[in-house]
Structure formats: C-alpha cells, structure tokens
C-alpha cells in the first residue's frame, strides 16, 4: 500500500532524448509536488498542484513540463534531456497546499542519469 | 528570501546523544519538519513540530524550537548505527524549503 509512488525508479537516457516520469498517490491529498535533489542532495521545489491546477513553478526551464490528468497523478515530462538534469527527482503530496495541517508524504524517487 | 541552514557533518559514538541544529528564515511556517534520508531512499518524515510549540518529544526524538532566534533542532538520544542518514530540516508555507541536511555517522 505505497502512498506516494513513481516509475521508473531509474532512469539512464542519452542527451537530446524526452522522457516521463510518473507519479501517483492514493492518500486522497488535494496537493502534488515535484522535487529535485541534486548530486549535493540538495532539496528544491519544481512544481507544486492543487486540485489539477499549477500553483507554484519554480523558475523550472520549460522543457519541464507536469502534468496533472487527475488529483492523484502528477506526471513530468522532460524533453531534450541535458547532462544537468541528471537528479533525484521526488513527486510528494500534501493534504493542503500550505502545509497547515500535515506533512508531505514522498514518493521513493527517480534517479536520472542522462549521459 | 526563504533560507534554511544546517551543519553538513555530525559524527557521534554509538550510544551517544546526537543534536542536528538548523535555522531558518521564514516564519510563516506553521510546522517545522525534520526529515530522515537513507543511502538510496527516499525521504522519511521523522517528526514535525507545530510552531507554536517549543518543545516535542518523540521516544528518542526532542524536537526544540526557538522562535525568536528562529533556530531548530533534533537530539536523537542513545543514537545507534541504523541512525546514520542524512537529516533535513524544512518548513514553508506552500512549498517546503529545505536544509542543505546533515550528514550524521555514527561509530562504535
């Protein structure tokens, strides 16, 4: 019973390639999250959604792009993936978008590797 | 802008009691967490504090909150190996600002 769960676990990719990663939770929460950890493991938000609605996009290049089918599913799709890329990428969820009254509950992560 | 700060490093003998210190910025956070991350996991919620608190306990876990000096810490007491991970502080209002963590070993 995963609250919050991605595919794939890992990822290898080529340079120039566009790639998904997918993202569900089944805890009922209104809000999803993406997070990118870097080879630092340093934490920083991407995206945040309410309710199927972007609320927060954080100077994230457009070739990033989530999306929300569903309150459950927050998807990212990286077109022209760059060596930069490479991270731990973290879908999360929250029952409110402004953390009044929980925590945010991660998923296991992404590891991409773009060579 | 939203900061949040952490030592990089703790070392700790087993049975020792570990403090992990952060300080943060932003004071519209309601909760403060603390967050463990294992070597290739993902992020575990260890405990939070309500920011009216200033104090939480948890079994092995005490969490202190200094409002006014906007500072926060972790003591795990009788810290064992299964211990060793990277701890991160975060809060934030509608996005959680994180800790740059602290990595905590722990030798025999």
């Known amino acids: 019973d995963t609250a919050v769960s991605q595919t794939p676990k890992y990822l290898v990719t080529q340079m120039g390639n566009d790639k998904s990663i997918k993202c569900e939770q089944n805890l009922g929460h209104d809000t999803m999250y993406w997070y990118k950890q870097d080879s630092k493991k340093f934490l920083k938000i991407m995206f945040s959604?309410?309710?199927?609605?972007?609320?927060i996009n954080e100077t994230v290049p457009n070739r990033f792009s989530p999306k929300s089918p569903d309150k459950a599913h927050l998807n990212l799709h990286i077109n022209s993936l760059e060596l930069g890329d490479s991270a731990v990428y973290f879908c999360a969820s929250s029952s409110r978008f402004d953390y009044s009254d929980t925590e945010a509950f991660f998923g296991q992560g992404t590891r991409l590797t773009v060579v | 802008g939203e900061d949040v700060e952490q030592s990089l490093f703790l070392s700790v003998r087993e049975g020792d009691s570990s403090v992990i210190n952060c300080t943060y910025t932003d004071s519209s956070s309601t909760y403060l967490y603390w967050y463990k991350q294992e070597p290739g996991a993902g992020l575990q919620l260890l405990t939070y504090?309500?920011?009216?608190?200033d104090m939480k306990q948890d079994q092995r876990l005490t969490v202190l909150l200094n409002k006014k000096d906007k500072h926060l810490s972790l003591r795990i007491a009788d810290t064992q190996t299964g211990d060793s991970a990277i701890y991160f502080c975060?809060?934030?209002?509608?996005?959680?600002?994180f800790g740059a963590g602290t990595r905590l070993a722990v030798h025999p």
């Open positions: 959604y309410n309710n199927k609605e972007l609320i």
């Open positions: 504090i309500f920011s009216n608190m």
């Open positions: 975060a809060g934030g209002y509608n996005k959680l600002i």
